[in-house]
Every structure is written in structure tokens, then in C-alpha cells.
């Protein structure tokens, strides 16, 4: 199964007042490992970036001038998406981004089927608690001291490992082959084995005879000669 982790950054948080996409990055899993497949693209928003907006993400717009436009990325970014499924945290705020600059680009638009929103798993994982990104990998333990901005890149490496932890966790000690319990298992299947046969006593002879004169017309009784 494969399957796209995504994030964006903007100019703010709303496409229909005029705010643009100006980073996208997703990478991909294949039954829920990472391959190492990676998209990562900064683009002009044609457009001023709000004060507060770069507080968020660290990206001005001289920055970004001279960037390629999100039309000039769109073909390579749908490739990357493919058919996969697309897990976001919050994912209809970037499936909304996303959707408008694709219209925009004249390119087909995401189909919300595809659509895994990773905030709404944590809010059923963890009902009432803070569920952000920075609050889901602090409960994960998941390593955040690079985490100064809002860096799609590191926010979608970051969100692969709490999607993963939402599904199930990873246990990396069970691994075929080197895990303790299974190195002592191959290395007793090539030691010498010494054989321990089983013995019983008279009296426990006995009481097993004594158990079975009691079972009424045994099977065993009519297969004898």
C-alpha cells in the first residue's frame, strides 16, 4: 500500500482571500515504511508574506522571489501523489491550499476520498488532550529540538513517525533475525542437543492403569486383537 505524507506552508489561511501556497513537501510510505522517496518544493506565492506568517514558517517574500511559480510544480507534484492516499495533519486546510492552486494551475484537483487527516485520528486516539503536531511527538517521544519553524520538509519526516505511532506504533526490536529471543532460538538449532527421555515410576504406571479402567467401553479396547 502505497501512501503520501504531505505538508504545506502558506501566506495564511485562506485561499479565498488571496493567500498562496509557498512550500510544499511530502515523502512516501509503502506499508507504512518510508522509502526514501522525497518532494520538496519553495515557490513564489506571486505575493507579499505577511509579518506573521513568517513568524510561523521563517520565509519572506524576498525569500522566495525568484522562485519557481506553484504552476511550473504542479505536474511534478501530482506525479509524486500518484493515486496514493495523502495523510496530513489537518488535511482539509492543505487539501483546500492545494485544490486552489491546482485550479488555478488548470490541473485536475485532489480527490477528498484520498484524504487521511492524522489530527482527526489523534483526537479519537487522545479525546480532550492537545493534539498538535509538537504535542503528538513530545507524547511519542519523537526527537522535535530541529523544529525552530514551521519547515514542511522536517514537519512531513516529523508527521511520518506520529502517523505511524497512530497506526500501531513500530517495534524495532522484533525485527526477523536480530531480536534476543529469536539470535538464542537459531543458536540452539545448531548446538548439540543432549536427548532427555521420560521415565515414570511404578506407582505412577498404576495410577495411570487405575485412570483408565475407569473410562467406559475405550476406543483402544476394540482395536485389539
Known amino acids: 500500500m502505497r501512501q503520501v505524507v504531505l505538508d504545506t506552508e502558506t501566506t495564511g489561511f485562506d485561499p479565498a482571500s488571496g493567500d498562496r501556497v509557498l512550500e510544499?513537501?511530502?515523502?512516501?510510505?509503502?506499508?507504512?515504511?518510508p522509502t526514501g522517496g522525497t518532494f520538496h518544493r519553495v515557490v513564489d506565492p506571486e505575493r507579499d508574506v505577511p509579518e506573521e506568517a513568517t513568524r510561523v514558517h521563517g520565509f519572506t517574500a524576498e525569500m522566495l522571489r525568484g522562485k519557481p511559480r506553484f504552476a511550473a510544480i504542479a505536474g511534478d507534484l501530482l506525479a509524486?501523489?500518484?493515486d496514493a492516499e495523502i495523510i496530513a495533519h489537518n488535511a482539509p486546510f492543505d487539501f483546500k491550499f492545494l485544490d486552489a492552486e491546482l485550479f488555478r494551475a488548470k490541473r485536475p484537483t485532489l480527490n477528498p476520498a484520498r484524504m487521511v487527516d492524522s489530527l482527526a485520528l489523534a483526537r479519537?486516539?487522545?479525546?480532550?488532550?492537545?493534539?498538535?503536531?509538537?504535542?503528538l511527538c513530545r507524547r511519542y517521544n519523537i526527537d522535535l529540538s530541529q523544529r525552530t519553524t514551521h519547515n514542511a520538509l522536517l514537519d512531513v519526516k516529523l508527521l511520518a513517525e506520529v502517523y505511524l505511532e497512530l497506526k500501531g506504533g513500530r517495534q524495532p526490536g522484533l525485527v526477523l533475525g536480530t531480536a534476543p529471543v529469536v539470535q538464542t532460538i537459531l543458536r540452539e538449532?545448531?548446538?548439540?542437543?543432549?536427548?532427555?527421555?521420560?521415565?515414570?515410576?511404578?506407582?505412577?504406571?498404576?495410577?495411570?492403569?487405575?485412570?483408565?479402567?475407569?473410562?467406559?467401553?475405550?476406543l483402544w479396547k476394540k482395536l485389539e486383537p
Open 24 to 33: 510544499v513537501a511530502a515523502i512516501e510510505l509503502f506499508n507504512f515504511i
Open 80 to 82: 509524486f501523489l500518484g
Open 124 to 135: 479519537i486516539a487522545f479525546p480532550g488532550a492537545q493534539n498538535s503536531l509538537d504535542a
Open 189 to 218: 538449532a545448531g548446538a548439540p542437543r543432549t536427548p532427555r527421555p521420560m521415565t515414570t515410576t511404578p506407582d505412577q504406571e498404576a495410577a495411570f492403569e487405575a485412570f483408565l479402567a475407569k473410562v467406559k467401553d475405550p
